[in-house]
């Protein structure tokens, strides 16, 4: 299995507060994302990163924001929490340049988050 | 709009037999179509994936079948079993987009005995 912890995986919080969720790897890979996944909608990209510092938004990143300051940590952070960011988050790493490339992802456990 | 379209949400198969898994696709530059495996309270697993320059790719018993012209690719599960019941994501990766993937919403596969 992929070295990836996500915590923490369960966090209740209420609306207006901020939220960070951590994504730690120990596998050195250069690429980290952030998704989530809702009913009816599959799993969304959030933000991914391409490297210490440099980040990108994905296709739903209004409300959120990402940093990346070493190699192995990502974090998400929900600025002030809404009842529409109830939802699962899941981290995931890639390293295309580490071998052959199958466009694999791994995925980290999730993190189940509700906003009241 | 969706760039990876899965439009059956379920799927009902006897052990045994074939299942077939569909997926469309609108974005001719995807490099990549990956088939993930996903249980409930757990992360998605990969399950195998296809290079946008092949039609076919097997794994035991998994078969991946892309046709570009029809922009579609298909999964089949021979012989189904009932461990196999899961939601199965279709997903395509991007290298524009950091190799982000898209996925598709999932088709949840039944296997009964």
């Known amino acids: 299995d992929a070295g990836i912890t996500q915590s923490p995986r369960h966090k209740v919080t209420e609306t207006g507060t901020p939220v960070t969720l951590r994504c730690h790897q120990t596998e050195n890979h250069r690429y980290m994302y952030w998704y989530r996944q809702d009913p009816g909608h599959g799993l969304r990209l959030i933000h991914y990163?391409?490297?210490?510092?440099?980040?990108d938004k994905g296709e739903v990143s209004d409300g959120y924001s990402v940093s990346r300051s070493k190699t192995e940590d990502f974090l998400l952070t929900l600025e002030s929490a809404t009842s529409s960011q109830t939802s699962v988050y899941f981290c995931a790493i890639s390293d295309p340049s580490g071998g052959p490339n199958t466009g694999e992802l791994f995925f980290g456990e999730g993190s189940r988050l509700t906003v009241l | 709009d969706q760039q990876v379209k899965q439009n059956s949400p379920s799927l009902s198969v006897q052990e045994g037999r074939i299942s077939i898994l569909n997926c469309d696709y609108t974005n001719s530059m995807f490099d990549y179509f990956l088939w993930y495996k996903k249980y409930p309270a757990e992360g998605p697993t990969f399950l195998i994936s296809?290079?946008?320059?092949?039609d076919k790719n097997e794994d035991g018993r998994f078969t991946v079948f892309l046709n570009k012209s029809a922009k579609h690719l298909s999964l089949h599960i021979v012989p189904s079993q009932p461990g196999d019941s899961a939601v199965y994501f279709c997903a395509a990766s991007d290298e524009r987009s950091g190799y982000a993937l898209n996925f598709g919403k999932g088709t949840s596969l039944l296997v009964t005995p």
């Open positions: 296809i290079s946008s320059i092949k």
């Open positions: 990163s391409y490297g210490v510092k440099d980040t």
